[in-house]
C-alpha cells in the first residue's frame, strides 16, 4: 500500500472530476441510484432520455411531421435525401430512448447493418434531433 500510495503521488493522483467525468453516457437505475449518481458528478441533468418513454411509432409520427413524409415513404426503397434523413434521424432518436439498432431496423423494415451506419451521422442531427423529443 506504500508503494501505491508513493506511485499514485508521482503521477499526480486522479482528480475527482476526472474520476466522475462521463461523455455523453446514459444512467441506467431506479430513480434513487440516478440522483446518487448526478450528486456525484455534480451535474444536475445527465443526458439520454427514459428507456422506451415513447414508441417507435411516435417518434416516427414525430419525424413524419417534420420532414413532410409519411411511414410508408420510410419504409419503400429509394434514396431521397428527405427520405434517408427520415431514417437516420428515426434511428438517432429511437437509440437515445434506448431502443436496440435490431428494434429500429425492424420498424424501418431496413437491415441492421444500415441502422448501425446511420447512429454515426448524429452531429449533423443535432438541431433536428432536439426538435423531435
Known amino acids: 500500500m506504500r ?8 503521477r499526480g493522483g486522479a482528480q475527482r472530476e476526472d474520476i466522475y467525468a462521463t461523455v455523453d453516457q446514459r444512467v441506467l437505475g431506479d430513480e434513487r441510484f440516478v440522483e446518487k449518481v448526478m450528486g456525484k458528478t455534480g451535474r444536475r441533468e445527465l443526458r439520454g432520455k427514459r428507456r422506451h418513454e415513447y414508441t417507435l411509432a411516435e417518434i ?28 437516420k434521424l428515426i434511428s438517432l ?8 439498432g435490431q428494434e429500429t431496423a425492424e420498424y424501418l423494415w431496413r437491415d441492421p447493418a444500415s441502422v448501425t451506419r446511420y447512429l454515426k451521422e448524429r452531429k449533423s442531427f443535432e438541431t433536428d434531433i432536439e426538435k423531435v423529443h
Request: aromatic residues 12%; glycine residues 14%.
Open 60 to 87: 416516427g409520427g414525430a419525424v413524419e411531421e417534420l420532414y413532410g413524409i409519411t411511414l410508408r415513404q420510410l419504409r419503400e426503397e429509394g434514396r431521397d435525401e428527405r427520405i434517408q434523413s427520415g431514417r
Open 3 to 10: 508503494l501505491y500510495r508513493a506511485y499514485m503521488r508521482e
Open 93 to 100: 432518436v429511437a437509440r437515445e430512448y434506448g431502443y436496440k
